[in-house]
Structures are given as C-alpha cells and as structure tokens.
C-alpha cells in the first residue's frame, strides 16, 4: 500500500547573514502591469514554499552556490523585472504589480555541523527545521501581501558542499510552472549566459482577462460558498483544529496499478485521476463528514494548452490554472467504488476549455474575485511535470525539489504530486503526497488506505501491503 514517510528527526544549526534585497542588475522598466483576472481571485493571494536539497559535485568543489545564485538572480531579474516589483490594489479589488526595481529578499546561510546524508532517506514534507532553511517571514493575509517582496530565498550551505534552496513566492504572481521558468533561467545565468534565455518571458496577462460584456458561460461550484452552521463542525472544517498531522506518502509503481485495477470497465482513468480518487475518498471517510453533506473534490488544472485564440504563448509565466469542481456527498463518495470518484473528476477536467477559463474570469470581476470553496473541499495539483526536481545550477538535478509543505495559505486541504525517489524502498521512482489533517483524522485516514489495498481484487494481489511506522 501507499507507505507513509518517516522523516528524520535532526537539530543543526543555521547561521544567517543578514536579508538583503537583490535587484534587477540592469535597469527595467518602471511601469503597473495588471496581473490577470485568474492572477488575482482570493484563493491565489497566498505564499507558497519550495524547497530544493542539492548535493556536493566535484566540478563545482571551490564555488560558493550563494555566490553563484546572487549574481544570477539579479542577471535574471533583468528579464523577469516585474519580480522585482510590489503588488498594488486598485478598484475592484483588481491587483497590478509597480515595476519599481526594489528586487526580491536573498539570505545567505551557513549550516555547518550538517551534510545532506544527514538528512536522511525520507527527504519529503514536512521537513525537520524547516524554519531555519528559509527566512522567518510570517505568513500574511491579503492586504499584507500588498507593497511586500514577491519572493524570498534563501540558500544554505551544508557542510558536505551540497546546499539548500529554499524559496517562497507570491501565488498571485505565477504558479509552480511560472516559479520553475524563472528559477531555469536563474540556472542559465548561473551557468553563464547574461543575454539571451532559451525561452523568454512573456506577460500577456491580458489573454486571461475578463471580456465584455462579461459572460458566465459555464456553472463554477468549485467558488459556491455554503454559508450554514454546518461548515463550523468539528468533522468538517479541517482549519479550526488545533491538533494538526502532517505526513507524506508514497506511491510507487505497483499502488498505482493496484488503483488502476480497482476500476473494471470500457473507461480508463489516468494515473492522476485515480490516485485523487482514492485521495478524496479515504480523506472524506476519515474526516466522517455526515453523509448528506455535500463534498468537493477541486482538481487543479494547468490551462495553458487549452488556449487557441489566441494561444498562451511559451514563455508565459502567470497562473494558468483553474479549479474546475466535482461535487458529491459523502455518503456516496464513501459507499461506491473508487471508479464512480475517479469518473467525477474526470467530467469534471473535461469542461476545460478556453471558454471555461474566460468564464472564471467573468465571475471573478462579476463577484469580486472570490476564494474557491473550502467547506468539505479537497483540492490537487499534480506537479509531476513541472520540473521542481530538474532544475539544475551546476551542481545537478536535486535530490529532492518540490513543495515544502501541503496546503495553500490558510487553507489546509492542497496536496501535491510531487517525483519522488524513495531510497528506504530500493531506489524506487514514484510519487509523494503531502497530506494535512487533524491528528485523530490522520489515523483514520491511513487505515482507509490501508483497507482499500488490502481489499484490491485479485488481479493486483502481487502488491505487497508495505507499511512503515510514521512518527510525524
């Protein structure tokens, strides 16, 4: 079954030069650039955390990775300068960025008495002294994101001659594609380059803006909001717990066929609808959401392919991601096979369409750029191929690239997919998922997996269950 990761638990210390402001490293425009009407809806003003662990290579023995990665921000930022801006609200709540130059926050680290050995096999959220690997900035609500830095990094050096970077962004400005473009070209920097980059940024925020007359062409429950007493029960909304788990798991090939096994029919589901299937329905059963309470399943959709006329052009680094909403109850979420979840979902990613994305946009201005749902709402993004774990500054691919954490802001229900090699399990290749519940859910939520592999049908009962202690 999905094996739960036990991180090491490892106290080092950090010591940090002082925060300092990296610019542009030649002058930019100084202009406000709109950010898009998908850009701005109140879901997206949140900061989201990366981590990439990278270890020591011979080639790059004598070079200084915070050296290296100052120099190369700043060459980079030259073309990504908007980066070096602070967000503005103007009427409607619609926010612009001001291209003033200021730059983004850098801190320089030193962890002395550690290596990346250290760390351990299981490198997977959430990870040990977390706090120390990137700048204590308190998380903020909407208005604090206002006039603030857009990113803050941090590298950290280790004492095996590998480091740490550590990277917090604002989500209004890009999602993970925009982050993993900018730190590509970040990396060619740091590899030499300083005029041209392999693919240039593009803003063409415009493409994802409301037209008028606006047109809600399309029904959006993923931004319904139930206002009834229920939404504050204690087995529905995740964020008033105060005793929160956190764990990973892992799924490697064979849970991933034993899941596609589960689903007999002329229908195939891919390896991303399935998974969230089984995701949302352990989560719902474990959560024992009363059964006539509706629940939603949000799957984070990249957007960008489906955009014609005219097209988003490579080299567009906002958000282009939509939230499009499969909606149930829980009674039958929890009572029927996994197939009829995965199926939701999947009609669901089958509304996507450029008119659905305009549509989104419409409602946005029409009803003030809403938050998506959160009540009973779980939301996944698969960032397996993003490239959070291929992007290379001359010290190699990563060991670990990925999110930091699961949730999104103040809302705990966001996983991830992430590539993930799992050592402890042979080297093998699969994916991992951050999950954030309350402590006694967390149990019940396991134990759902582990019931729904144990009662795989007979095609897939090569699949081992596997299950390893976790103390997180």
């Known amino acids: 079954m999905a094996i739960p990761i036990t991180a090491r638990s490892l106290a080092f210390k950090v010591v940090r030069h002082e925060p300092e402001l990296i610019p542009p490293a030649q002058p930019t425009p100084g202009e406000l650039k709109p950010l898009s009407d998908i850009d701005d809806q109140e879901g997206l003003r949140a900061e989201m955390d990366f981590v990439q662990f990278y270890g020591s290579s011979p080639s790059m023995k004598y070079k200084d990775p915070a050296k290296i990665m100052r120099e190369a921000i700043a060459k980079a930022l030259?073309?990504?300068?908007?980066?070096?801006?602070?967000?503005?609200?103007?009427?409607?709540?619609?926010?612009?960025?001001?291209?003033?130059?200021?730059?983004?926050?850098?801190?320089?680290?030193?962890?002395?008495?550690?290596?990346?050995?250290?760390?351990?096999?299981?490198?997977?959220?959430?990870?040990?002294?977390?706090?120390?690997?990137?700048?204590?900035?308190?998380?903020?609500?909407?208005?604090?994101?206002?006039?603030?830095?857009?990113?803050?990094?941090?590298?950290?050096?280790?004492?095996?001659?590998?480091?740490?970077?550590?990277?917090?962004?604002?989500?209004?400005?890009?999602?993970?594609?925009?982050?993993?473009?900018?730190?590509?070209?970040?990396?060619?920097?740091?590899?030499?380059?300083?005029?041209?980059?392999?693919?240039?940024?593009?803003?063409?925020?415009?493409?994802?803006?409301?037209?008028?007359?606006?047109?809600?062409?399309?029904?959006?429950?993923?931004?319904?909001?139930?206002?009834?007493?229920?939404?504050?029960?204690?087995?529905?909304?995740?964020?008033?717990?105060?005793?929160?788990?956190?764990?990973?798991?892992?799924?490697?090939?064979?849970?991933?066929?034993?899941?596609?096994?589960?689903?007999?029919?002329?229908?195939?589901?891919?390896?991303?609808?399935?998974?969230?299937?089984?995701?949302?329905?352990?989560?719902?059963?474990?959560?024992?959401?009363?059964?006539?309470?509706e629940v939603s399943l949000l799957g984070i959709v990249n957007a960008r392919g489906k955009f014609k006329e005219p097209p988003l052009p490579s080299g567009f680094y906002g958000n282009g991601i939509v939230f499009p909403a499969a909606v149930t109850t829980a009674g039958k979420l929890s009572q029927s096979p996994l197939g009829y979840a995965a199926g939701l979902l999947k009609k669901a990613k089958e509304e996507m369409s450029q008119e659905y994305v305009l549509s989104v946009c419409a409602l946005m201005v029409s009803k003030g750029r809403p938050m998506f749902t959160t009540a009973r709402s779980f939301a996944v993004s698969d960032l397996r191929h993003v490239g959070v774990h291929e992007v290379d500054f001359g010290w190699g691919k990563p060991i670990y690239g990925g999110p930091a954490s699961a949730g999104l802001g103040d809302f705990s229900g966001v996983s991830t997919f992430t590539p993930y090699t799992y050592k402890k399990n042979g080297g093998e290749n699969g994916i991992v998922v951050p999950v954030l519940l309350p402590s006694d859910a967390m149990e019940r939520f396991a134990e759902e997996l582990r019931k729904m592999f144990r009662e795989a049908p007979a095609a897939s009962e090569n699949v081992a269950p596997k299950i390893t202690p976790s103390s997180l």
């Open 78 to 293: 030259v073309f990504y300068y908007p980066f070096a801006g602070r967000l503005r609200e103007g009427p409607n709540r619609k926010l612009m960025v001001e291209c003033t130059g200021e730059g983004v926050v850098f801190v320089e680290a030193e962890a002395a008495d550690v290596t990346l050995e250290q760390f351990g096999d299981a490198l997977s959220p959430p990870f040990p002294c977390f706090n120390q690997l990137l700048i204590d900035v308190p998380r903020t609500g909407t208005a604090q994101l206002l006039n603030r830095p857009l990113l803050f990094i941090q590298v950290t050096r280790l004492r095996c001659g590998g480091f740490v970077l550590a990277t917090r962004m604002n989500h209004a400005m890009c999602d993970a594609a925009g982050l993993v473009q900018f730190m590509s070209s970040v990396a060619e920097m740091a590899g030499g380059g300083s005029h041209l980059l392999s693919i240039p940024p593009v803003w063409k925020r415009e493409v994802l803006t409301a037209n008028y007359p606006l047109q809600i062409t399309h029904k959006h429950p993923e931004y319904d909001q139930v206002l009834t007493d229920s939404n504050l029960s204690a087995n529905d909304d995740v964020d008033n717990h105060i005793h929160m788990a956190h764990k990973s798991f892992f799924f490697g090939p064979k849970e991933i066929s034993t899941l596609k096994n589960l689903v007999h029919g002329p229908i195939t589901y891919s390896t991303y609808e399935m998974l969230t299937a089984c995701l949302w329905k352990c989560r719902t059963i474990a959560l024992q959401i009363a059964s006539t309470e």
